[in-house]
Each structure stands twice: as C-alpha cells, then as structure tokens.
C-alpha cells in the first residue's frame, strides 16, 4: 500500500549517542520534509528535499542532517543527541508539480535523550 | 517573512454548538492556507484548503485577504470533531515548503 513510513515510533537514548530516524514513502514523490513537533508550539520545519540529491536546511535551526539518495528514502541524523533533542519528529512528502498538493505525514518518531 | 497564529490553544463547545477556531497570517503576497487535523493516535492530515473552496466534514474556510484571516468553522459540532487542528500556509507558487501555527485543541462535550 502508498504510504509514508517512520521508523521507530518511540527511541530513548544516552546522551551522546548518534541516532538515524528512517522515513520512507512508496508514493512516488519528489518532495519530502522534517518537522518538529512540540506541544504548545508550532510544527518546525528542519529540513527539506526537492528531489534525489537534493536538500536544504529549514526555517528552524537544527543540528541534525539528512539525505536524500534515493527518491523514497529521507533519513534524518543525530550525530550526538543532547537533552535538547527531546521532540517529536514527522516526516511527510508531496507530489512534485502540483502546487496545491497537500503534505501525507508518517505517524511520527517520538525522540527522548536522557 | 510568514508566519501563521492560532490564538487559541483550547477550545472545549458542547455538541450541537458552532465551533471557531481562528487563524491569522502574516505575509506580503498571495497565500496559499489549509487546515489540517490530528485525531488522537492517528497521523496529521490535510482537512481543506481554501484554494478547493470545499466543506469538508462540515468544516469551511474562507480566506479574508482584508483581516489576513482563515478562520475554520462548523455550524454544529461533534463528538468526533475532537482533534488537534493546525493552520498552515504556503507563501509562494515556487515554495513547496508549509508554514505551521501551533494548533487548537478542541474538545466537543457530550
């Protein structure tokens, strides 16, 4: 079935450790994105990807990186988490040519740096 | 620069009242707005847009240019109408990219 993936749903880990959050999506799309996630505040986007080999930094500053190396694959890195980590993070992707095109969100990756 | 408000962080109306929930925007050109819906333990998703001028669940959104406003309304709300709504913007025909605000959280009483 199309849809969008994250791995995992819930990851808690040690200050320090380098941690890669999967997204995958089977629609096709060119354009994928990262947002942050917090209660009470807006969604953040971090990064975001037009096509294959192609990415760019978001409006909100962020310490982690992705790739984009294939169409359906967009992981996001953490090379140290820290505390500051601590967030929720959505992946979601949008067709290529149509402008008014909505995002499909995956479920989320809920991230805890202890 | 855009930016999207939500004023209200909770609302809580009774089955069978209207429900409102604000949203006001800032930026300089011609924006493209939506709503999208979280239910409890189910992914974000699109609600409408205003571009489709359509109801959706009996939801509809008009764009007012004048106010900066796209306010989301339903004459009668239900049960499960009880979700995290945000209100997004998209600010340029060559920007993909989707502005957030940081959501209502309505709660429909029984």
């Known amino acids: 079935e199309a849809d969008i993936y994250q791995t995992p749903r819930y990851l808690v880990i040690g200050t320090g450790k380098k941690i890669t959050l999967e997204c995958s999506q089977t629609m096709g799309h060119d354009k994928m994105y990262w947002y942050q996630q917090d209660p009470g505040m807006e969604l953040h986007l971090i990064h975001y990807s037009y096509g294959v080999n192609s990415t760019e930094k978001g409006d909100l500053s962020s310490e982690s990186t992705v790739s984009r190396i294939r169409t359906e694959h967009f992981p996001l890195t953490l090379e140290s988490a820290r505390p500051s980590h601590t967030s929720q993070y959505l992946c979601?992707?949008?067709?290529?040519?149509?402008?008014?095109?909505?995002?499909?969100f995956g479920n989320g990756t809920r991230l805890t740096v202890t | 620069a855009q930016r999207v408000t939500q004023p209200e962080k909770l609302l809580s109306v009774f089955k069978g009242a209207p429900v409102e929930l604000k949203c006001n925007y800032s930026y300089s050109g011609s924006p493209e707005l939506f709503w999208y819906v979280q239910y409890s333990r189910q992914r974000l998703q699109l609600l409408l847009r205003h571009i489709s001028r359509e109801s959706i669940k009996g939801f509809t959104a008009d764009l007012n240019k004048g106010e900066t406003s796209f306010h989301l309304k339903k004459p009668f709300a239900q049960e499960e109408d009880s979700a995290m709504y945000y209100c997004a913007l998209r600010g340029s025909s060559n920007d993909y990219k989707l502005s957030f605000g940081a959501g209502t959280t309505v709660t429909v009483r029984a």
């Open positions: 979601a992707s949008s067709p290529g040519q149509l402008i008014y095109s909505p995002l499909h």
